[in-house]
Every structure is written in structure tokens, then in C-alpha cells.
């Protein structure tokens, strides 16, 4: 990923015509409006998997007729969303894997954020979010807010920011310092601690201070909150409901797998089990931890 300064001028809307992601369209309207940016709507046919040649044939008339028809309906669905808000709108229809073409789809445009609706998890599989948010998560290049249909807010006027002593995190505040700019927002920068000692614990509060002055300094209203504990997912949901947040930004922690990327534990924790957005971002690699280099 390029060290560019980050800029919301594209805007994927995996759309399914589920709940969610009328509500995540919902905060693409609103986002558009705000950045002056254009909307990209996508609906992803599933292709399906046969053996047979005339199996095959028939399928492929089938997604044939799906995406026709798809095309139609997105097409018209644009066509609203700009006559009542005046956002740019385009419609476009894939066929194959849906994480694998929103992934696709994302390089192609050079989309600079994905907003997509997320079902969550149930029962015994409390921490694995839904399979294409988080393929798409872990893949995409550019941040993604994922929604679940309990956020009926839109907007962001209450942005959570978790801190914690991995290099990496404060990479996040780059994206916080463009959406709290644009939205008004107040920042609640959060220094997760899990650990006791005391210099150590100055040392990471003196950094947590550094994010709050620099979020300051481009006049973004922002207070610093500390919280101790073992697991770090649960600390970030319970302040993110005390604040009334509208919004929680995390890294997303890569772990490679024989089945290739997919997001650690806390990360999948909170986007699983949060009834806030949340937006991920990936970490770069970058020299030294200066928040003036871009953080």
C-alpha cells in the first residue's frame, strides 16, 4: 500500500438487497455527500458449481439471466439514490466468488473504502463473522466499514480509537484524522493495556497523549481514555458502548494460515460482535513511529 495521504473520493457498496446493506448504503449516501465522493454499487452473482457439461450450460444461463436482470434493478436503484441526493451512482454486476470479485473490483477502480453490511455469527460460531466480510477484510487493500443491522445511526460524531503498544497501531489515526475532519466527529483515543509495568505504562501513555495532540493540532476534538485488561476485544467494545460511539477504527491483525489471511482473533471479535461500524485497516510497513510521517 502506498503511504498517500488517504482520501474518500470512491466508495464500493457490496450491495445483496439485504437489510444491511440497505443500511450500509444508508452511510455510503451520507459519506458521499460529505467527501463530494462517488458511489460504486456491486452486486456479485455466485457461480455455481457443476460437474456436467449440460449442468454447466444450464447454469451459465441461469447466472445469464440473474445478472440481467440484477443490472436492471441496480441500475434503477442508482438512478434514485442520485435524483435524491445528487451522489454520483454506478451499477455493476459480477459473476463468480463474491469476496474474490469485490476484492477484484476494488483494484480495478481504485476504490479508496468498502462499506459492507455484515450478518455476524450465532450459536457456537460466536467468533467468525460472516465468510465474504471477512475474506474481504482480509484481503482488500483499502479500509472497510462493515455494518451489522443494529446500527441505525448514521454518521459518525463519537469516533472510538484503540491504542495499543504494537508499532502498528497507531498507523489507524492517518483514517481518523480524514473521517473526524469531515464529520465533525470527537475522538475517544483508548490505551489498551495489558500489562503492569510501570514503565512500560508511562512510556505507552506519553504515545496515547502524542495521538491525542496530533488529532488537536488538526483541530479535531479528542480526549484520551485508558482501560486495563487480558482481553483486548472486550475492552474496546464495553468503552465503545459507555462513549456512544458511532464508530470504532481497528488494525486488522494478519495471521497466515494454510488457507491464507484471515483477520486474528480480536480483530474478528469485534467485528463480530459489535453493534457500532467498524472500520479496518490494514498495517503497512513503515520506518520508525512518528505520527508526522502519516500515522
Known amino acids: 500500500m502506498s503511504d498517500k495521504p488517504f482520501r474518500i473520493k470512491k466508495i464500493l457498496i457490496p450491495y445483496d438487497f439485504s437489510e444491511t446493506a440497505d443500511l450500509s448504503l444508508e452511510h455510503a ?16 452473482v455466485e457461480s455455481a458449481s457443476f460437474t456436467s457439461a449440460i449442468a454447466t450450460a444450464f447454469s451459465k444461463g441461469y447466472e445469464k439471466d440473474v445478472e440481467g436482470e440484477t ?12 435524483i435524491d441526493s445528487s451522489v454520483s451512482v454506478s451499477a455493476r454486476t459480477e459473476v463468480g ?3 474474490k470479485k469485490i476484492v477484484a473490483v476494488t483494484r480495478d477502480l481504485d476504490i479508496d473504502i468498502i462499506v459492507m453490511g455484515t450478518h455476524g455469527s450465532s450459536g457456537y460460531e460466536k467468533f467468525s463473522v460472516g465468510t465474504n466480510t471477512s475474506k474481504v477484510i482480509s484481503e482488500s487493500e483499502c479500509p472497510v466499514i462493515s455494518v451489522q443491522t443494529h446500527a441505525k ?9 484503540p491504542i495499543d503498544e504494537s508499532p502498528e497501531s497507531r498507523q489507524k489515526v492517518n483514517y ?18 495489558n500489562f503492569k509495568n510501570e514503565d512500560r505504562r508511562r512510556i505507552f501513555k506519553i504515545k496515547c497523549e502524542q495521538v491525542e495532540e496530533w488529532l488537536k493540532k488538526h483541530n479535531i476534538s479528542a480526549e484520551v481514555h485508558y482501560t486495563t485488561g487480558e482481553n483486548l476485544a472486550k475492552m474496546t467494545m464495553e468503552h465503545s458502548k459507555e462513549a456512544d460511539a458511532d464508530l470504532v477504527v481497528i488494525m486488522t491483525e494478519q495471521q497466515f494460515l494454510l488457507t491464507g489471511f484471515l483477520m486474528g482473533n480480536w480483530a474478528t471479535q469485534v467485528v463480530n460482535r459489535s453493534d457500532i461500524p467498524i472500520m479496518t485497516v490494514h498495517p503497512q510497513e513503515k ?8 500515522y
Open 97 to 99: 466468488r463474491i469476496y
Open 153 to 161: 445511526k448514521v454518521g459518525f460524531k463519537r469516533i472510538v480509537l
Open 29 to 44: 449516501v451520507n459519506m458521499a455527500r460529505l467527501h463530494k465522493a462517488e458511489i460504486v454499487l456491486l452486486h456479485v
Open 71 to 82: 443490472t436492471k434493478k441496480l441500475e434503477e436503484l442508482a438512478k434514485k439514490i442520485h
Open 176 to 193: 481518523v484524522v480524514e473521517l473526524a475532519s469531515v464529520y465533525g466527529s470527537h475522538v475517544h483515543v483508548l490505551g489498551l493495556m
Open 287 to 294: 520506518k520508525g513511529d512518528n505520527l508526522a510521517t502519516g
